[in-house]
């Protein structure tokens, strides 16, 4: 039998989404013929090459309302001329062309929700851009009846406001085996977006009360202000931007990381509804965690305890106390530690990547 064609739709960098490289691996290798589109940046590093098929289309800006509307009429008029049989639209920004062509040429569409769009900080701060994608979110969602989200907290959001009923599909790390080195260093790690709404406002100054270095991999729309906080705190020295780092180079800072850093303002449901990378990341590697209080966490946690949970809207002092609880209290830690290990083996993506695969095959 032919392999049927799915063209899943991004707008971000091809190389560093750790989410779609395992989906998209995980289709291929299932037998479907994948293929994973995005835009190209001036910086854009080479494609790494993948069991699937990698496209960008070009773009004239590389952000704000121009870059949508241009990225979209690209991916609108790609879509419509490419064979396919299934079209996966990744969360809002992508869904509009998606929900277009396939009414247009008849084919089945899915919706891959990473976060509940309508309520990011960047977007409820700004009205005219808060009704815009509430509108896109009304006018497409409730005709996407097939989909996945990251969470049973999203998952229920997505039921009660739009009437679709998507499976749970969690960012897990893939199980592997892991040997816990000796750390003679202890350092904290940050990896992931450096974006609004993080905590670095918080997190950085309370580097001040801490006796080690956070390492944060990454880069986003708060990185600049970022690197500001930590020279107006003099903690430079304290404080190292390693920038974009690779998915395959950022398993060796993880594996030496002393605590990892899942923080998240509640600046919008989002946020407090959210399920990160990042946190499986940390748990696959036997690394405990410092994290907020919100209720995918807690689940989790109460499960295996594996993080030390703080309370919402920590001040800096708060976090620095917390850090150096981890740092210093070796029987707590190493039960943190011994439960990541216990909790890899069901929080993994060779167990989420059964809905994957169960949501394709159904369709």
């Known amino acids: 039998m032919k392999s ?12 560093y989404d750790q989410r779609m490289i395992r989906i998209c691996s995980t289709l291929a290798d299932a037998g ?13 590093a080479p494609i790494v090459e993948r069991s ?23 991916l609108f008029f790609f879509l419509l001329f490419r064979k396919a049989d299934i079209l996966c639209a990744i ?32 977007v409820i701060s700004r009205p005219a851009v808060h009704k815009m994608w509430n509108w896109i979110a009304r006018h497409t969602i409730p005709h996407f009846p097939v989909g996945y989200t990251i969470g049973q907290c999203y998952a229920d959001d997505f039921r009660k ?13 893939i199980l592997k085996p892991v ?28 580097m001040k009360y801490v006796d080690a270095q956070l390492i944060i991999c990454g880069q986003g729309n708060f990185y600049e202000q970022s690197v500001a906080l930590a020279k107006a705190h003099n903690v430079t020295d304290k404080v190292i931007f390693k920038g974009y780092v690779p998915p395959a180079q950022l398993g060796a800072y993880t594996i030496q990381a002393y605590i990892g850093i899942t923080l998240f303002e509640e600046t919008s449901l989002s946020n407090r509804l959210s399920l990160a990378n990042r946190f499986f990341d940390y748990m696959h590697h036997g690394v405990p965690q410092l994290c907020i209080r919100y209720p995918e966490y807690e689940q989790v946690n109460s499960e295996y305890e594996i993080a030390m949970l703080i309370e919402d809207s920590p001040n800096a002092e708060q976090i620095g106390a917390a850090l150096n609880k981890l740092l210093t209290d070796e029987a707590y830690y190493r039960e943190l530690q011994q439960n990541c290990l216990l909790a890899r083996k069901k929080y993994c993506w060779q167990e989420q990547a059964k809905t994957l695969l169960a949501t394709y095959a159904d369709l």
């Open 4 to 15: 049927k064609k799915i063209v899943c739709t991004v707008t971000n960098d091809l190389n």
């Open 32 to 44: 479907y013929d994948v293929t994973l589109v995005g835009f190209r940046r001036k910086k854009s």
């Open 52 to 74: 699937f098929r990698q496209v960008r289309l070009p773009i004239i800006v590389e952000q704000g309302k121009l870059l949508y509307i241009h990225y979209w009429f690209n």
């Open 91 to 122: 969360d809002l920004d992508t869904i509009l062309p998606v929900y277009y062509v396939s009414k247009l040429r008849g084919l089945k569409r899915v919706h891959d929700a990473h976060e509940i769009f309508t309520d990011l900080k960047e």
């Open 161 to 173: 406001r739009y009437g679709v009923h998507y499976g749970v599909v969690r960012n897990a790390t």
């Open 179 to 206: 040997t816990i080195p000796e750390k003679k260093e202890r350092f904290i790690l940050y990896q992931g977006a450096v974006n609004v709404g993080r905590c670095f406002e918080q997190l950085i100054p309370a």
